[in-house]
């Protein structure tokens, strides 16, 4: 697979974009513009903070989409404030750049036979609805796509000839797949409706089927097998207990699937199920931990997988058919984004970044072995490698005993006894995993305001297996809070750490973290700042989009149900913003999908109204997560702004 995270089914789980608006500030708030930016009761920006911020901001990566039919490759990188479609000829070739798009490219595959064409993936302004376009190396576009609705999921057949996508429109939770041939992009029609949310997965060689997958839930889904002639689709292994599986794709001969699949399993594992019978056989025994990405070379005989292990990423290469294990890559220890298989069918590309690498394509030769060949060098700006934070992977007990993890990163340089400020960092998802990737974040807030960082991956998780994942459901949610509460008690015990300059943070469901931890230890933090996070589950559902609902409902419970409500106007932060006391940053993306803008005002809003020192940061072009460096380079200099003023006005060093 190009890419470890399918796009369309990723951001099915998180909205539709809300109508942008304007902040409205109440008389005797500060408020000014920023291109973008509207930011109220935010003071001006230092030059020491400016500049400190561009040393950082200035990293990037490159991030692999596909194979060319020639042997070279398209990734993504930025050389300006977005990501965008590049071409590398060869080993660290040139990146030539292909798409210029004021909003980035979100992905790109390219199509078999045709040596210079692909088809890619880019939505306006973080808003999502995804469209899909036909392109070459020289030369305009093509949309595919009919603009205002949202598309994903792209199969293509062995001979380029067949694209098939899911759609979904505004307003309406159903999925439409559809079908075209790429050379004709007036030629798409539907070929199966489907009253939830689907993604097409594999087209079978004679491209009479399709596999595709029926999410339910983060914790479900289903592989159905759809006849393109009849448009008849058949559910696999329709009596086997509830599972998630992830990535089917047809193997030699169609008659059986490999996938991953948790079905029986406390943890992913890769497993070939019979299509007919829907008998599954288990093809990594003995895991312990995550199977989060395979790909097959396309002669079926070369099969690599990538295992989750606490955190960090480990390739294994064997022969599918006898089981034989092949010469193994040695490679840079860090995390995963991408596996794919070259047209020769043993070159493998392997997408990788690590705490102190933004981001590169290795290409190892499955077969020669040796030494993994990098393709693409990234650079740190003006960072040295050799003085970034490597995070120390630790564990502290919770509330009722159980095991958390957590990635710390401490700040270089400190002197013997010193006493470290404290940023807790939580993911978002829920269902989503810190791992020591690149996070630029967390390294200048450790470089910058000297503080350690913590980023835990509190119960409900992903990458610790079903039982820890499930941890946090609808009625169990504050749980995770509770897990923050422990870490707090860790921090008090930590001779190094100032127990008294704590501060809460997070984005999107870290968001929602950061405004409950703030409502249940407010008097144990000096402040807190959350980004688009949701403020009242029960507002959040209402407004969440429709194609993604459903999903959301079957994680946090359903606010139509009257004993789940109850819960919701227990447990909302918007209930509960009264034992709030400390200051608070928040910001918000105007065209966010998935998070809508109401959520951020209305917290904003009530804030202010009980006397808290709120600042509040809106950008008009951006959705839920914030995809422009002008954007980034603003947001990290606020937040350095109100994080030096609680930990007590240090220069930015």
């Given at each position: 697979?190009?890419?470890?995270?399918?796009?369309?089914?990723a951001?099915?789980?998180?909205?539709?974009?809300?109508?942008?608006?304007?902040?409205?500030?109440?008389?005797?708030?500060?408020?000014?513009?920023?291109?973008?930016?509207?930011?109220?009761?935010?003071?001006?920006?230092?030059?020491?903070?400016?500049?400190?911020?561009?040393?950082?901001?200035?990293?990037?990566?490159?991030?692999?989409?596909?194979?060319?039919?020639?042997?070279s490759?398209?990734?993504?990188?930025?050389?300006?404030?977005?990501?965008q479609?590049?071409?590398?000829?060869?080993?660290?070739a040139?990146?030539?750049?292909?798409?210029?798009?004021?909003?980035?490219?979100?992905?790109?595959?390219?199509?078999?036979?045709a040596?210079?064409?692909?088809?890619?993936?880019?939505?306006?302004?973080?808003?999502?609805?995804?469209?899909?376009?036909?392109?070459?190396l020289?030369?305009?576009?093509?949309?595919?796509?009919?603009?205002?609705?949202?598309?994903?999921?792209?199969?293509?057949?062995?001979?380029?000839?067949?694209?098939?996508?899911?759609r979904?429109?505004?307003?309406?939770?159903?999925?439409?797949?559809?079908?075209?041939?790429?050379?004709?992009?007036?030629?798409?029609?539907?070929?199966?409706?489907?009253d939830?949310?689907?993604?097409?997965?594999?087209?079978?060689?004679?491209?009479?089927?399709?596999?595709?997958?029926?999410?339910?839930?983060?914790?479900?889904?289903?592989?159905?097998?759809?006849?393109?002639?009849?448009?008849?689709?058949?559910?696999?292994?329709?009596?086997?207990?509830?599972?998630?599986?992830?990535?089917?794709?047809?193997?030699?001969?169609?008659?059986?699937?490999?996938?991953?699949?948790?079905?029986?399993?406390?943890?992913?594992?890769?497993?070939?199920?019979d299509?007919?019978?829907?008998?599954?056989?288990?093809?990594?025994?003995?895991?312990?931990?995550?199977?989060?990405?395979?790909?097959l070379?396309?002669?079926?005989?070369?099969?690599?997988?990538?295992?989750?292990?606490?955190?960090?990423?480990?390739?294994?290469?064997?022969?599918?058919v006898?089981?034989?294990?092949?010469p193994?890559?040695?490679?840079?220890?860090?995390?995963?984004?991408?596996?794919?298989?070259?047209?020769?069918?043993?070159?493998?590309?392997?997408?990788?970044?690590?705490?102190?690498?933004?981001?590169?394509?290795?290409?190892?030769?499955t077969?020669?072995?040796?030494?993994?060949?990098?393709?693409?060098?990234?650079?740190?700006?003006?960072?040295?490698?050799?003085?970034?934070?490597?995070?120390?992977?630790i564990?502290?007990?919770?509330?009722?005993?159980?095991?958390?993890?957590?990635?710390?990163?401490?700040?270089?340089?400190?002197?013997?006894?010193?006493?470290?400020?404290v940023?807790?960092?939580?993911?978002?998802?829920?269902?989503?995993?810190?791992?020591?990737?690149?996070?630029?974040?967390?390294?200048?807030?450790a470089?910058?305001?000297?503080?350690?960082?913590?980023?835990?991956?509190?119960r409900?998780?992903?990458?610790?297996?079903?039982?820890?994942?499930?941890?946090?459901?609808?009625?169990?949610?504050?749980?995770?809070?509770?897990?923050?509460?422990?870490?707090?008690?860790?921090?008090?015990?930590?001779?190094?750490?100032?127990?008294?300059?704590?501060?809460?943070?997070?984005?999107?469901?870290?968001?929602?973290m950061?405004?409950?931890?703030?409502?249940?230890?407010?008097?144990?933090?000096?402040?807190?700042?959350?980004?688009?996070?949701?403020?009242?589950?029960?507002?959040?559902?209402?407004?969440?989009?429709?194609?993604?609902?459903?999903?959301?409902?079957?994680?946090?419970?359903?606010?139509r149900?009257p004993?789940?409500?109850?819960?919701?106007?227990?447990?909302?932060?918007m209930a509960?913003?009264?034992?709030?006391?400390?200051?608070?940053?928040?910001?918000?993306?105007?065209?966010?999908?998935?998070v809508p803008?109401?959520?951020?005002d209305?917290?904003?809003?009530?804030?202010?109204?009980?006397?808290?020192?709120?600042?509040?940061?809106?950008?008009?072009?951006?959705?839920?997560?914030?995809?422009?460096?002008?954007?980034?380079?603003?947001?990290?200099?606020?937040?350095?702004?109100?994080?030096?003023?609680?930990f007590?006005?240090?220069?930015?060093?």
């Amino acid at each position: 697979m190009s890419r470890l995270k399918p796009l369309f089914l990723a951001a099915t789980l998180l909205t539709a974009p809300a109508v942008a608006q304007q902040a409205t500030a109440p008389t005797g708030v500060a408020t000014r513009q920023v291109g973008s930016a509207t930011l109220q009761n935010v003071p001006e920006i230092p030059d020491d903070v400016r500049a400190a911020v561009q040393r950082f901001q200035n990293s990037r990566s490159a991030e692999f989409q596909d194979w060319l039919p020639d042997g070279s490759m398209l990734i993504t990188t930025r050389f300006g404030t977005t990501a965008q479609l590049h071409h590398v000829a060869a080993p660290a070739a040139t990146r030539r750049q292909l798409t210029y798009y004021a909003s980035p490219v979100a992905g790109a595959k390219a199509l078999p036979g045709a040596s210079n064409r692909f088809i890619l993936t880019r939505d306006t302004d973080g808003d999502e609805w995804f469209q899909l376009a036909v392109k070459g190396l020289t030369g305009p576009e093509a949309l595919l796509t009919e603009p205002g609705t949202r598309n994903g999921s792209l199969v293509l057949s062995k001979d380029g000839s067949l694209a098939v996508w899911a759609r979904a429109t505004k307003g309406a939770a159903g999925y439409t797949i559809l079908a075209a041939d790429p050379a004709r992009p007036g030629s798409r029609r539907p070929i199966y409706v489907a009253d939830g949310a689907v993604a097409p997965a594999d087209l079978s060689a004679d491209k009479a089927r399709l596999v595709f997958q029926r999410s339910i839930s983060n914790r479900e889904s289903q592989i159905f097998v759809l006849d393109l002639a009849s448009g008849k689709a058949t559910r696999v292994a329709s009596d086997a207990p509830t599972a998630r599986y992830e990535d089917p794709r047809f193997l030699t001969g169609g008659r059986s699937l490999i996938a991953i699949s948790d079905r029986d399993s406390d943890v992913r594992r890769l497993v070939e199920i019979d299509i007919a019978t829907g008998a599954e056989r288990v093809l990594t025994p003995g895991l312990e931990w995550d199977v989060e990405g395979y790909d097959l070379s396309d002669d079926g005989r070369i099969l690599a997988y990538s295992v989750n292990e606490d955190g960090f990423s480990r390739v294994v290469v064997q022969d599918r058919v006898t089981r034989r294990v092949l010469p193994q890559p040695t490679l840079p220890k860090g995390v995963l984004s991408a596996l794919k298989f070259g047209p020769d069918n043993h070159s493998l590309a392997i997408g990788l970044s690590s705490a102190t690498s933004a981001g590169d394509v290795w290409v190892y030769d499955t077969v020669a072995g040796g030494d993994p060949v990098r393709w693409t060098y990234s650079e740190l700006g003006d960072l040295d490698p050799a003085k970034l934070a490597e995070p120390e992977l630790i564990r502290f007990k919770s509330f009722d005993g159980l095991s958390v993890p957590a990635f710390v990163y401490r700040p270089t340089g400190v002197a013997a006894g010193a006493r470290t400020p404290v940023i807790i960092d939580i993911h978002g998802g829920p269902e989503a995993q810190t791992r020591p990737i690149w996070n630029y974040g967390a390294q200048y807030f450790a470089d910058v305001l000297g503080a350690t960082v913590i980023l835990p991956n509190v119960r409900g998780s992903d990458g610790y297996g079903k039982r820890y994942l499930n941890l946090d459901n609808a009625e169990k949610r504050e749980d995770s809070v509770k897990d923050i509460g422990a870490l707090l008690d860790w921090v008090k015990a930590q001779p190094n750490l100032n127990a008294s300059k704590v501060a809460v943070y997070g984005q999107s469901y870290g968001g929602y973290m950061s405004l409950a931890v703030m409502t249940h230890y407010s008097d144990r933090l000096v402040g807190g700042v959350e980004r688009y996070g949701i403020s009242d589950f029960r507002t959040f559902l209402e407004r969440t989009e429709a194609y993604r609902r459903n999903n959301r409902r079957a994680e946090y419970g359903d606010e139509r149900d009257p004993e789940m409500a109850r819960v919701f106007a227990r447990i909302a932060p918007m209930a509960n913003l009264s034992k709030i006391s400390k200051p608070m940053l928040v910001m918000q993306g105007a065209t966010d999908p998935r998070v809508p803008q109401f959520e951020s005002d209305q917290v904003v809003a009530k804030l202010r109204a009980q006397g808290v020192d709120t600042w509040y940061v809106l950008f008009s072009d951006e959705g839920h997560g914030f995809q422009k460096k002008d954007s980034n380079d603003l947001r990290r200099e606020v937040e350095t702004v109100f994080l030096r003023k609680l930990f007590g006005d240090a220069p930015a060093r």
